[in-house]
């Protein structure tokens, strides 16, 4: 959601993300505007989701209500400083030769 909102187009992978080669360089831009910020809102973040529905009362609420419960529920933007810098650092991180692995 914060790549979204960088506008920065990913591709979804399971549990990973994939993003264009070309965008390597804007990718390690916005990790380190990330990784050396506060936390951001979780509901700018949760207002990047396209699905926020969860649950089956859902479709009775209107967009502002389930970006709102989206943000509340399934978002902790705290983290996200920390894990920025966390893929940074392995992004930094030497690749390993054959006889390290």
Not at 24 to 40: C, K, Q, V
Not at 68 to 97: K, S
Request: proline letters at 6%; a negative charge; zero cysteines.
């Amino acid at each position: 959601m914060a790549l979204a909102k960088a506008e920065i187009e990913t591709t979804p992978l399971g549990i990973a993300i994939g993003v264009a080669a070309n965008d390597e360089a804007r990718l390690l831009d916005e990790l380190s505007r990330l990784a050396g910020g506060s936390a951001p809102d979780a509901f700018d973040l949760a207002a990047y989701v396209k699905n926020k529905m969860s649950e089956k009362f859902g479709i009775y609420l209107g967009d502002d209500l389930l970006t709102l419960a989206f943000a509340t529920e399934r978002i902790e933007p705290e983290g996200l400083p920390e894990l920025a810098a966390r893929m940074l650092d392995g992004w930094r991180a030497p690749p390993m030769i054959e006889s390290q692995k």
